[in-house]
């Protein structure tokens, strides 16, 4: 083997050590903010089960900050109890960048048990904003979806 082909031999060998500790030292930092946004995710899902378990409750769940802003279409909300059966929440998706958490949902409203009336399927979509590790904004928006009659 020549001069040349060994220098050369030489030159190429920590090429690929090298290229393999920079894949290795860059994806170090993604799983920080992975689990960053992992933790933002199930921050405000969290939120949202403790809303959707009482939502009559006047009282903010913990996830939020005591000064939550929400800003929505319809900012009316429902006094006291009401004649109708209000579904699970279903998370379709939720999706989570930065400092920010999208999520749609949907659920279903309709009649007490074993009474006769029509059930309203909603879909939500709603934007909260993150810091501190609690939600400080969101915008919210209800779509309504389509009604059925139930016997």
Known sequence: MSKHYTKLLLLLIPLPVWFFLSLAVGSAEEPCELCHLCQNKALVKAAILAFDE???DANLPEQFDPNYVQ???DSTFA?????HHIGPVAFESIISEGDMVAVRLSWNTGPLLGVPGIVTTYT???IYRIAGGKIVEGWVAEIFQYSDQYD
């Open 54 to 56: 009482d939502p009559y």
């Open 71 to 73: 800003w929505d279409a």
């Open 79 to 83: 006094e006291g109890p009401t004649p």
């Open 124 to 126: 939500e979509l709603a």
